[in-house]
C-alpha cells in the first residue's frame, strides 16, 4: 500500500528541485516501495494525472469543499477507486451523488493531499514531473534501459500500462509487447522552432541532405487502425473518435490491401479547400457527452494522413521516414494525404510554407527523412514551425494557484481594449503559461495591490497592467462577450512600458480569426 501522503511528499520534492536526477531519484523512491496491485495508479500519478480520463468535477464542484482532515488516511488504490466511482455517475440525480462521494473523498484528505486532489483532478498540477522523467525512473526502479521502456509505453499506449510488465517481467516481458492493429499506441511528437531556417538547421538540411517539408494542419491528430473490416479512430490522447468521423472510416476502409494503421489530422475545409476555425472542427469530433450518430455525422470532416505504422502485417515503425512515405503514397491517394515537398534549400522550403499559410493551415512540419517512428515523446527528427503572434492585453482577474503553485496569484484572465474606452476591457481567454518563480513572486505582489474584491479562488484586478502575449491564433467563442478567444495563450512579460490605453484592442484581436 502507498499512502497519499508519500505520494503529495514525492510530489512537492519533485516541484522543489530544478535537477532532473534529483527528481528521478525521488520517483524511483516511491516506486521502489510501491507493490504491484498499486504500481498503475502510482504511476499515473506521479505522472500527474489521474487514471480517469473523465471524472465529471470542475473547477466550480472544487469551490466548495469541506475541511481538510487533520491526520492523513488515505491510501492511492482508495482514492483511485474514490474517483472511478465518481466518474461512473450519470443520469438523474448524478451531480448530487457526485459531490457527496467527492465531499467524502476530500472530507478523508489533509489539507497538502487537497491541494494534490484538486490540481490532478483538473489538470492543473505542476510538481515539474513529465510522462517521460517517470519513464526514466521506472529504469532506475527496475535497472532496464529507458528506451526499451518508452518503446513499451509507445506501443501499449501509456507508461501505467506496461509498468507492471518491468517490474514483474523485466526485459523479456516489455520485448513481449508490440504494435498490435487495434490497439492505439502513443503519437509521435514534434519539436519547435520559430522559422523554416532554424528547423533546417536543426536537421542538418542542404542540398545535398534533404529533409521533408510538410503541411501541418489547424485540425485534430488521429490515428486510424483497420483490421479488417474493422475501423477504429482515435486522438492524440487515444480517445476513440470512431463513431464521430464517418467520412474518416469511409476513407480508411476503402483504402486497398488489408491490416493497416495510420497516422494523420482530420479537417473541416470550405467549398474552396481551405481550412476551417479549429474549433469548427473540435466540435464535429467533441468527445464529451453521449452523442448520437445522427448528430455527430459529418461528411465535410476528411482526413488527411502523414504516416502509416503498419501495412499488411508488416510493421514499419523502424523503417525510415522516406520508406514510409513511399508505402503512405503507394497506399492513400493525394486527396487523403498531406502535401509535402522534398527539399534542402532554404528558398524552396520558404516558398512552401508561404503556400501553405495562404491556404488557411497552421504552418509546417519538417522531418528527418532517415527517422524511424519514434513515438510518445518530442525529439529532434519532426520540428514543427508555425507563426506566432503577440498581443498587449490588460489583466482583468487573477486566480490563486494548485500545487506547486499554491500560494501565489497565477492564471492570468486577459482582456483587449474595447476601442470606444480606455476603461472598457472585453475578456478574450485566461493563462498560466510561461510563467517563471520570479514572475508569480512580482505578480501576487503586484495583484493583490490592485485587489478589487474576490469571488471564491479569483481576484478581480483594477485593469492597469499590460501584459505581452503569445498566441497560435484566436478562434471564434461564445463563452466570452467578444466572440473570440485565444488560442495556446502564453505570457512574453510584463509591460511596465505602456498603459492600458495602449493595449490591442478587441478588433486586432478578431482580426485574426481565419
Request: zero cysteines; hydrophobic letters at 45%; proline letters at 4%.
Amino acid at each position: 500500500m502507498v499512502n497519499l501522503s508519500d505520494l503529495v511528499a514525492t510530489s512537492q520534492d519533485v516541484a522543489s528541485t530544478r535537477a532532473r536526477t534529483a527528481k528521478v531519484a525521488a520517483l524511483a523512491t516511491l516506486l521502489e516501495k510501491t507493490a504491484p496491485d498499486a504500481l498503475e495508479v502510482v504511476v499515473s500519478y506521479l505522472g500527474g494525472q489521474v487514471r480517469q480520463r473523465r471524472t465529471g468535477v470542475g473547477w466550480r464542484s472544487l469551490g466548495d469543499l469541506p475541511a481538510p482532515a487533520e491526520v492523513s488516511t488515505l491510501d492511492v488504490v482508495a482514492v483511485d477507486a474514490a474517483l472511478e466511482e465518481i466518474a461512473a455517475f450519470a443520469g438523474p440525480g448524478s451531480q448530487a451523488a457526485r459531490t457527496q462521494a467527492l465531499h467524502a473523498l476530500f472530507g478523508s484528505a489533509t489539507a497538502a493531499e487537497q491541494a494534490w486532489l484538486r490540481g490532478a483532478i483538473t489538470g492543473e498540477l505542476r510538481q515539474g514531473a513529465s510522462d517521460a522523467l517517470v519513464q526514466e525512473a521506472l529504469a532506475v526502479r527496475t535497472g532496464l534501459p529507458v528506451a526499451d521502456i518508452r518503446r513499451a509505453a509507445m506501443l501499449a499506449g501509456s507508461t501505467r500500462a506496461v509498468a507492471g510488465a518491468a517490474v514483474a517481467g523485466g526485459a523479456a516481458a516489455l520485448a513481449a509487447i508490440g504494435l498490435e492493429v487495434g490497439r492505439p499506441i502513443l503519437p509521435m511528437l514534434a519539436a519547435s522552432a520559430p522559422t523554416v531556417a532554424e528547423a533546417l538547421a536543426k536537421l542538418g538540411a542542404s542540398p545535398d541532405h534533404p529533409v521533408a517539408v510538410e503541411a501541418k494542419l489547424d485540425g485534430i491528430r488521429i490515428q486510424a487502425h483497420r483490421r479488417g473490416d474493422d475501423v477504429l479512430v482515435v486522438s492524440r490522447s487515444l480517445d476513440d473518435l470512431t463513431a464521430r468521423l464517418p467520412a474518416v472510416v469511409d476513407v480508411v476502409r476503402s483504402l486497398p490491401g488489408g491490416d493497416l494503421v495510420l497516422d494523420g489530422e482530420a479537417l473541416l475545409t470550405d467549398d474552396a479547400g481551405r481550412a476551417r476555425p479549429f474549433q469548427e472542427t473540435s466540435s464535429r469530433s467533441a468527445t464529451h457527452g453521449e452523442v448520437s450518430p445522427e448528430s455527430s455525422s459529418d461528411l465535410g470532416l476528411q482526413p488527411y494522413f502523414f504516416d502509416v505504422l503498419h501495412r499488411d502485417g508488416r510493421d514499419l515503425l523502424d523503417v525510415s521516414a522516406a520508406e514510409r512515405a513511399a508505402e503512405l503514397a503507394d497506399l492513400v491517394p493525394p486527396a487523403h494525404r498531406l502535401d509535402r515537398v522534398v527539399t534542402g534549400e532554404p528558398a524552396s522550403a520558404e516558398q512552401f510554407v508561404e503556400n501553405v499559410l495562404r491556404r488557411g493551415h497552421e504552418g509546417v512540419v519538417v522531418k528527418d527523412l532517415a527517422a524511424p517512428y519514434a513515438a510518445g515523446r518530442r525529439g529532434s527528427a519532426w520540428v514543427k514551425v508555425k507563426p506566432v503572434h503577440t498581443l498587449d492585453l490588460v489583466v482583468l482577474a487573477v486566480e490563486w494557484g494548485s500545487g506547486r503553485r499554491r500560494g501565489w496569484l497565477s492564471n492570468i484572465h486577459l482582456g483587449a481594449r474595447d476601442p470606444g474606452g480606455t476603461d472598457d476591457f472585453v475578456m478574450v481567454g485566461k493563462t498560466f503559461k510561461g510563467m517563471t518563480d520570479a514572475m508569480l513572486t512580482w505578480q501576487t505582489e503586484r495583484f493583490l495591490a490592485l485587489e478589487t474584491h474576490r469571488e471564491g479562488h479569483v481576484v478581480h484586478v483594477r485593469p492597469e497592467q499590460v501584459v505581452e502575449i503569445a498566441i497560435d491564433g484566436v478562434q471564434r467563442s461564445t463563452r466570452y462577450a467578444g466572440g473570440a478567444a485565444l488560442r495556446f495563450a502564453r505570457v512574453v512579460g510584463y509591460r511596465e512600458d505602456k498603459s492600458p490605453g495602449e493595449a490591442d484592442t478587441i478588433d486586432a484581436v478578431r482580426a485574426l480569426l481565419h
